[in-house]
């Protein structure tokens, strides 16, 4: 029997929809954000905090998302995290004062934390092994798509020049979240979380039988071996148990050194960062548009070379890219002879760097090495840890550039990478064109020697 090619893109891309809605809704702020100080004559405290106030539903989306995932089941918490992303985008538009537009903003970042926890755990659990990267780095690509989306509705709003235009740029999420609920709607269940929380074999099987013929047999026996050794009830205290310590620590790390690359701090302040090399605020703005470009060129070449080269060489090259790019920008910096006149030109090696790499792979590692009565809770360590610290090091990012220049922060980022390369030499396994249940045997195998 063949794989329904078709319906595995038909429910992964439904899926990766909810990445859509994340980028979307992280970036739509920035058309709004001005004009929402002006109107409710906003401190710059609470103008930073109306702003940033989705970022800590983000982190707590992700940190607890695990939770309704395991217990309700993938597909339950993909349609929760629709509906809270409608209500987000509902809500905000039409919010009278500033409380109740955070409150709301609020609840869009609780569904994108979420979304990154729920989304690229059910298209794993969905996919066939040989194409189990593509389809999960589905989702980023989807993130970053969502923003330049985001950033061309908020053009063509403004240009539009409606009244109340920052209620629209809001408002129009609503639209793809209403069709993401639809879909959802029509998707199966988690055929492994079927096994796990409820022994029904039957069902799995009629469902892998359509996405992975080819492994369906093999996930089915291993899945029952694996349920036998979790003898006690999983939990998020499990990931730390003797025996899935190593596997956690996987999943940290990858997060970890996906943040101490600076990826978020240059997203974030581009521009200022452009300016203060000494390079024209109109030359910085169109500079950003090119990191928008090439981060979704880059991500697609990812995407396409995820399953032919595997992991593990894609985050050879991420890395060795990282860090010439990041010396490059700290070279510039610190007065180097080559300038800022090439300073764009090493962000954007930076950035495809990261598109191709880490970018590409780190949804879809997290989501690969976990056993699966504890995917779910192994899926919300790795996203939590990825969203604080990004919280964290987008808060401290102009202090620190501030105090000790941009030349020396983009070094410590460098150094990071190069610690990076380390780890992914020393000890990332490759999980390429193995099933799930293959990877876990392996990863739970080494770890017990």
């Known amino acids: 029997m063949k794989t329904n090619k078709s319906y595995v893109l038909f429910l992964s891309l439904t899926a990766a929809l909810g990445g859509f809605l994340f980028g979307f809704d992280t970036a739509v702020i920035s058309g709004a954000e001005r004009d929402i100080q002006e109107i409710w004559q906003l401190s710059d405290l609470k103008h930073g905090l109306a702003v940033a106030i989705a970022l800590y539903g983000t982190v707590i989306g992700a940190l607890f998302g695990g939770i309704p995932a395991d217990r309700f089941g993938r597909k339950t918490s ?63 690509f989807n993130i970053v798509f969502g923003i330049l989306m985001a950033y061309f509705s908020n053009y063509l709003i403004g240009s539009a020049q409606l009244e109340n235009a920052w209620r629209w740029m809001l408002g129009v999420e609503a639209i793809p979240a209403l069709i993401y609920c639809i879909l959802i709607l029509r998707v199966p269940k988690s055929p492994r979380w079927l096994i796990t929380k409820f022994k029904d074999f039957d069902k799995a099987r009629s469902i892998l039988s359509k996405t992975d013929p080819l492994g369906v047999d093999e996930a089915i026996k291993l899945a029952i071996e694996e349920s036998k050794k979790i003898a006690k009830k999983a939990s998020i205290g499990s990931l730390f148990s003797s025996r899935y310590r190593k596997i956690s620590f996987m999943a940290i790390l990858m997060a970890f050194f996906n943040q101490l690359s600076g990826i978020n701090a240059i997203i974030y302040f581009a521009p200022r960062i452009f300016e203060s090399a000494g390079i024209a605020s109109e030359e910085a703005l169109i500079s950003t548009i090119g990191i928008g470009v090439i981060n979704l060129v880059a991500t697609l070449l990812g995407l396409y070379l995820i399953d032919k080269l595997g992991r593990k060489i894609l985050m050879y090259i991420g890395s ?76 401290i990012f102009p202090m620190f ?44 195998d080494t770890n017990n020697d």
Do not use: C, D
């Open 401 to 444: 550039a501030n105090q000790y220049g941009a030349g020396n922060i983009f070094t410590f980022f460098a150094v990071m990478m190069v610690l990076q390369l380390i780890w992914v030499i020393v000890k990332m396994p490759e999980t390429k064109g193995k099933s799930l249940e293959e990877i876990q045997q392996n990863l739970i």
């Open 78 to 140: 993909l349609f929760l995290i629709g509906v809270l992303y409608l209500g987000s985008a509902i809500g905000s538009a039409l919010a009278p004062e500033v409380n109740s537009f955070m409150v709301f903003r609020f609840l869009g970042g609780l569904g994108v934390g979420a979304s990154s926890v729920v989304a690229p755990l059910y298209i794993s659990e969905i996919a066939p092994a040989s194409k189990r990267g593509q389809l999960v780095a589905l989702y980023q």
């Open 320 to 395: 060795i890219g990282y860090i010439i790019s990041l010396s490059l920008m700290a070279y510039s910096y610190l007065g180097g002879a080559i300038g800022a006149t090439y300073l764009p030109y090493f962000v954007f090696a930076f950035i495809a760097s990261h598109a191709i790499g880490q970018g590409a792979v780190i949804w879809v590692f997290i989501s690969e090495i976990f056993p699966n009565q504890l995917r779910a809770y192994g899926q919300s360590l790795g996203s939590f840890t990825h969203w604080i610290l990004a919280a964290v090091i987008a808060n």
